[in-house]
C-alpha cells in the first residue's frame, strides 16, 4: 500500500502538471510549434522563460502528438519568437504532401539530422513545409500571461478545466500544503526558542564560573 503522504505527494505533482497556465488542447490543424528565445532571462527574455518553465509542459503533456522544438540562444540580442505551424491542407495519409505525412518522412530520418531542441541555437525555426503556414508571437519583452494569452487565441486552443473531483483533491492540497507551512512555521520557532535557552544557559554557566574563580 503506497504511503498517504506519498501518493498526495505524486498526486499534486500530477495536478501541477494536468492544470495551470498552458493547460490546453490544441485542434487538429496544428502540425508542429516552435521557440526561440536566448539561454538567460535579461534583455527581453524574462516572459519567454516563464512561458517555456510554466506553459509549455502542460501543453505537451494535453498535446503529446504535437512536435514541440525549443531552440535557444546565448546571443541575449536575438529575437524571442513562438512559431506555430498550421495544416492548410485536410488531413490525408494517403497524400505524401501533407505535412502530417512530411512529419513522418522527418522521423525516418537519421537521429542526427532530425531536427530537435537545442541550447546552442543551431535549430531555428524552419520555413513552413507545402500544405503548411505559420503564425508568428514575437515574445520579446512580453509577460508569459500576455504570450499564453496571444497564444490562446491565435491557436484557438481549447482550455482544460478541472473536474468536480480534482478540485476536491486540488482543495486537499491546498489545505495539507497549508497546514505544512504552519508546522514549518511552528518548528522554526521551537528550534529558535531552544537555541535561545542553550546560549542563556552557557551564558550563565560561563558567569557563575567566573564568580568562582574571582572568589576562590
Not at 69 to 79: A, E, F, I, K
Not at 140 to 157: R, Y
Request: charged letters at 25%; hydrophobic letters at 35%.
Amino acid at each position: 500500500m503506497v504511503n498517504p503522504g506519498k501518493r498526495m505527494h505524486i498526486l499534486q505533482g500530477l495536478m501541477l502538471l494536468r492544470h495551470g497556465p498552458g493547460a490546453a488542447i490544441l485542434p487538429p490543424e496544428i502540425t508542429r510549434i516552435h521557440l526561440d528565445f536566448a539561454l538567460k532571462w535579461n534583455d527581453g527574455h524574462l516572459g519567454p522563460r516563464k512561458f517555456w518553465k510554466t506553459c509549455l509542459p502542460r501543453l505537451k503533456y494535453w498535446n503529446p502528438a504535437t512536435p514541440i522544438l525549443v531552440n535557444r540562444t546565448s546571443d541575449q540580442s536575438s529575437p524571442a519568437k513562438l512559431s506555430i505551424y498550421f495544416r492548410q491542407t485536410p488531413l490525408d495519409d494517403s497524400n505524401p504532401n501533407t505535412p502530417s505525412a512530411l512529419t513522418s518522412k522527418l522521423s525516418t530520418l537519421p537521429l542526427g539530422q532530425q531536427p530537435h531542441s537545442s541550447t546552442s541555437g543551431e535549430h531555428p525555426a524552419p520555413e513552413p513545409e507545402e500544405g503548411e503556414r505559420v503564425v508568428t508571437i514575437d515574445m520579446k519583452n512580453v509577460h508569459s500571461d500576455a504570450i499564453l494569452t496571444e497564444f490562446i487565441s491565435k491557436t484557438g486552443a481549447t482550455l482544460v478545466h478541472p473536474t468536480i473531483t480534482e478540485e476536491a483533491e486540488m482543495r486537499q492540497i491546498e489545505e495539507r500544503d497549508e497546514k505544512a507551512a504552519v508546522d514549518r512555521a511552528m518548528g522554526r520557532k521551537w528550534l529558535e526558542d531552544k537555541r535561545r535557552e542553550e546560549r542563556l544557559l552557557a551564558l550563565a554557566r560561563q558567569e557563575a564560573e567566573a564568580i568562582r574563580l574571582a572568589n576562590a
